[in-house]
């Protein structure tokens, strides 16, 4: 079984804080994404990354950045964190085959920004 | 551009009674069409996926779902719905003529099945 594991299911971090969310998955996929969740919005991507070091925008990138460094590793970082970026993070990995685009996901981590 | 609706907000049903959350995409090209649930504080779970092939694919846990090229539909179906199906369910699709490599994902539809 496919598993992605996220760093932490629940953070609380203050405003202008510089934030890590980590997450990591054990199948050897090239495609990793970052997500959030927001109610009524579903899941909105941030960024996506295609390979170690490859990265690319999603539809809501500003405001965060990302890391890549091993191929089982994807990073999303908030330089200063706001309260407007409140919200659950979902990491997500795939293996870019046709017809195995499948997305397997994490646990989601939790952010509170106060 | 890429785009999937998921009309209904919330789906009630009786348990026993048969299910259908909607989801209609739009995309240029032939779509990948994919269906999620998420339980409480848990992340999201593949449940089916259209590629190509036979429009009605079966999936995980008694669920299927239709592709309606002319409708441009890709609704989820249960013939006998139970309690334990009551969840968020997303519906997502990539064109993969289009280069973009991501899902583009439905607002949710939350599902109720009462006892």
């Known amino acids: 079984d496919v598993k992605v594991t996220q760093s932490s299911r629940y953070l609380v971090k203050r405003t202008g804080e510089k934030v890590f969310l980590e997450c990591v998955q054990d199948?050897?996929?090239?495609?990793m994404f970052w997500y959030r969740q927001d109610p009524g919005l579903g899941l909105r991507l941030i960024y996506f990354?295609?390979?170690?070091?490859?990265?690319e925008k999603g539809d809501i990138p500003e405001g965060y950045s990302v890391s890549r460094e091993k191929k089982e590793r994807f990073s999303l970082i908030l330089e200063s964190a706001s309260t407007n970026q409140t919200s659950m993070y979902l990491c997500?990995?795939?293996?870019?085959?046709?017809?195995?685009?499948?997305?397997?996901f994490g646990p989601g981590t939790r952010l509170t920004v106060l | 551009a890429q785009s999937v609706a998921q009309p209904e907000d919330q789906v009630n049903v009786a348990e026993g009674n048969p299910l259908t959350v909607k989801c209609t995409y739009s995309?240029?090209?032939?779509?990948?069409l994919f269906w999620y649930v998420q339980y409480p504080n848990r992340g999201l779970q593949f449940l089916l996926k259209?590629?190509?092939?036979?429009?009605l694919v079966k999936g995980s846990y008694g669920f299927e779902a239709e592709f309606n090229k002319s409708q441009t539909s890709f609704h989820l179906k249960k013939p006998s719905a139970l309690v334990s199906d009551s969840a968020l369910y997303f519906c997502?699709?990539?064109?993969?003529?289009?280069?973009?490599?991501?899902?583009?994902f439905g607002s949710g539809t939350r599902l109720q099945v009462q006892p």
């Open positions: 997500a990995s795939s293996y870019p085959r046709a017809g195995t685009d499948t997305q397997y």
């Open positions: 199948m050897d996929h090239e495609n």
């Open positions: 990354s295609y390979d170690v070091k490859m990265k």
């Open positions: 995309v240029s090209g032939n779509p990948y």
């Open positions: 259209y590629i190509t092939g036979d429009n």
């Open positions: 997502a699709v990539r064109d993969p003529d289009t280069g973009r490599r991501a899902l583009t």
